[in-house]
């Protein structure tokens, strides 16, 4: 088991979702294009995104609004450059999309614009009930017909590297077919790797979710900000097989109610707002009731509507929650919140340049201040879509100051004489860490639940360190290591924030306070760990 390929491309990007494809789509005009995507390409959180974009291009809409309901919503911590650069693109995005073969709903001649928690007018802009879907497979197809553009899947990413301290200059990559590590030296390295919300007991992500960029970002030297900013989706199915079902956010804006079992509507307890509040605010509802009252789900009602409604305007949830036996026109749907979009990450501008040199990072996995202390619904694939827009152009800019290295060092595991046995470990630790991040750094934070989750992770990171270092990697072991980076990332995160804001509810701390209304930045002082990791090359 020792391998010593290298592979040279002018643009490497990481991450096949929205952000991925589209920034490399837009860069294949003029460069070699290289995208890695770790499992099967259509395994990413764009092609499960149900609701829409948001963009603020109706009559009876404007640019300020949008960025009024965006800073409301993010509690007073967004930054309102990133906001207003970001809302003033959408137009410009969803032509963009529209070009690449993206099909929108429309009355008429006009683009249909839906309602969603948070937002003061529909503006949701949307393809019936899987717009993530309808976005990454029209993008993908112009991708794999595109001769600039090289696709590798089962290509993981391990570690960035660079010969000078901020400078990437490319990365080791674990080819999951042929187990053997690459080395990809790149003019410029684009991460786009989507969020970390598998570190999470449940989570509406694919497994693809585990925050592999955040985490090799943090190791290269990367400020990682506002990870105690974890949204949870209040809607998630519950059911024995079907794990990770979103149930949209868009069945409230279109009217649904929830019920506890008991059959009551219990929102107007908890807010004004009601179903239509914004998603931390529904979340914890649901997880109060839940926990004062254990009871194992809540219900979403839709069934006063007309039933034809129903089919029409959510094919898919009606015929997923049909196949695994509930009606939504007659029943209504067991749903648990969970974990869903991660609104810190990687510190960038809405270019998503970071403070190391030729790296970037855009969508989920950055951090432009856009969402603040809790992102507004369908603002995530606006987000991923400007800034992949932003970032190309800033690298078409600039590129003759990009060289590539070709001299990286090659990946040498030939020292590693330990086989193979980490099944128990690694699933052991997979599931005691999103046990953990669930129980004390979930939905309901105290300090005494923070500092057991710290004590119990550190344990973890430990033996996790100790394994890789001494054992063969695998994907399961590569995805570990970067979940116990994030959790551990997440809770410092959350015990640094002495108050409770949007996403971020801490029992000893219930109120706001002006002293924290700024950001969480954590940065990696341990440059030995980091040389360690690096020395396996």
Known sequence: YYMS????????????????????????????VMILSKSKINECSTAWAQGGIAAAIGKSDDINNHVKDTVNNGHGICDMKSVKNIIKNSERSINLLQKQGVSFNKKGNKLDQTLEGGHSTRRIVYHNDNTGEEIHTSLLKKAEAN????????????????????????????????????????????????????VYQYTTNPDTSTGDGIAMAWRFGCTITNMEFMQFHPT??????????????????????????????????????????????????????????????????????????IKKRFPNIYRRCLELGIDITRQAIPVV??????????????????????????????????????RLASNSLLECSVMAIECSKIIENNYKLFHINHNLPLWDESYVTIPRDENILISHNWGEIRKIMWDYVGILRSNKMLRQAKERLAIINNEVNEFYNNHRISLDLLELRNLINIAEIIT?????????????????????????????????????????IVSKA
């Open 147 to 198: 001769k600039n553009i090289t696709i590798k899947e089962d290509f993981m990413a391990i570690d960035l590297i660079g010969k000078k301290e901020n400078l990437c200059q490319g990365l080791y990559a674990y080819d999951g077919l042929s187990e053997s590590v690459v080395t990809i030296c790149s003019n410029v390295v684009i991460l786009a790797t989507g969020g970390a919300n598998k």
């Open 5 to 32: 390929e290298k592979i040279n491309t002018e643009v490497l990007i990481v991450g096949s979702g929205i952000s991925g494809l589209l920034v490399g789509l837009e860069l294949s005009k003029k460069y070699s």
């Open 236 to 309: 998630c199915l519950y059911h024995s097989t079907e794990k990770s079902f979103l149930i949209s956010e868009s069945l409230r804006g279109e009217g649904a109610r929830l019920l506890n079992p008991d059959g009551k509507y219990f929102m107007s307890q908890y807010d004004k707002r009601m179903e239509l509040a914004p998603r931390d605010v529904v979340a914890r509802a649901i997880d109060t009731e839940m926990k004062n009252k254990n009871y194992k789900c809540v219900y979403l009602d839709i069934t006063f509507k007309d039933e034809d409604y």
């Open 337 to 374: 919140p969970a974990a869903h979009y991660t609104c810190g990450g990687i510190k960038t501008n809405v270019s998503g340049q970071t403070e190391c040199i030729n790296l970037f990072a855009i969508g989920e996995c950055a951090h432009t201040g856009f969402h603040g202390a809790n």
């Open 492 to 532: 410092h995160s959350a015990l640094q924030r002495k108050e409770s804001r949007g996403l971020h509810f801490n029992k000893d701390y219930p109120e706001s306070n002006s002293v924290y209304e700024k950001c969480t930045d954590v940065v990696n002082t341990k440059k030995d760990y980091i040389m360690k």
